[in-house]
């Protein structure tokens, strides 16, 4: 069982719609990540938290919209999606942004949007 | 040229038998190298860091040629719960100081019994 929890699993949105992603950890891990993964491709960066803030946005439009609440909290809310957005959803988190290596993923969210 | 490469699969291999992965990279300052497995639709997960001077853990086998900037992954005595895709992931340095993991296309294995 991973040790990063997601929510939901799968979410199905329409393009007018508001939702969010959430992703919790409870490994006092202080770097989290946002993975986005179409299929048969590999996982692409989106954004990375350290220590709570936003540390780098792989230029991801506007739609995207992270949060950290706290040091075990990631949200992904998304607006006005459109249906390209489509996708796997992984949330991960690492030790600290020193050490990358051991990545924790969360089991993601499969996004549809209609 | 992308940062990091592999072969492009799929592999099917039969049980008991060995196969080897490829994986080269193109930034030169990358400094750290790992293998992460992916099962059908779940998540990756790490398999094991590369080395320098090449590391085994078990039936697997990594390496690592600076040089010529690739890794490589070995499997021997193949099992039927090795089926999954590899992923290559290169810890790149980039702008400001921030690094990041590129993970490379992943090669799909599928052991036949």
């Known amino acids: 069982d991973t040790e990063v929890t997601q929510t939901p699993k799968h979410l199905v949105m329409g393009m007018t719609n508001k939702k969010s992603l959430k992703c919790e950890q409870h490994m006092g891990h202080r770097a989290m990540y946002w993975y986005k993964q179409k299929a048969k491709k590999p996982p692409e960066l989106m954004f990375v938290?350290?220590?709570?803030?936003?540390?780098i946005n792989e230029s991801v439009p506007s739609r995207f919209s992270p949060e950290c609440p706290n040091s075990s909290l990631l949200n992904l809310h998304l607006h006005a999606l459109q249906p390209e957005d489509s996708a796997l959803y992984l949330c991960a988190s690492s030790q600290d942004r020193a050490k990358t290596e051991k990545l924790f993923f969360g089991s993601g969210t499969q996004l549809s949007v209609l | 040229r992308k940062e990091v490469e592999q072969d492009p699969g799929p592999f099917n291999v039969p049980e008991g038998a060995t196969v080897a992965f490829n994986c080269t990279y193109s930034?030169?300052?990358?400094?750290?190298f790992f293998w992460y497995r992916q099962d059908c639709r779940k998540e990756p997960k790490l398999l094991m860091s590369v080395y320098s001077s090449g590391n085994e853990d078990g039936r697997f086998t990594a390496q690592l040629n600076r040089a010529s900037q690739y890794i490589s992954l070995l499997i021997r005595d193949s099992k039927l719960s090795d089926s999954a895709t590899y992923l290559c992931v290169v810890n790149t340095p980039s702008n400001f100081g921030n690094e990041k993991l590129t993970f490379g296309t992943g090669t799909r294995l599928t052991i036949i019994p």
């Open positions: 938290y350290s220590y709570e803030k936003l540390s």
């Open positions: 930034n030169s300052a990358s400094q750290s």
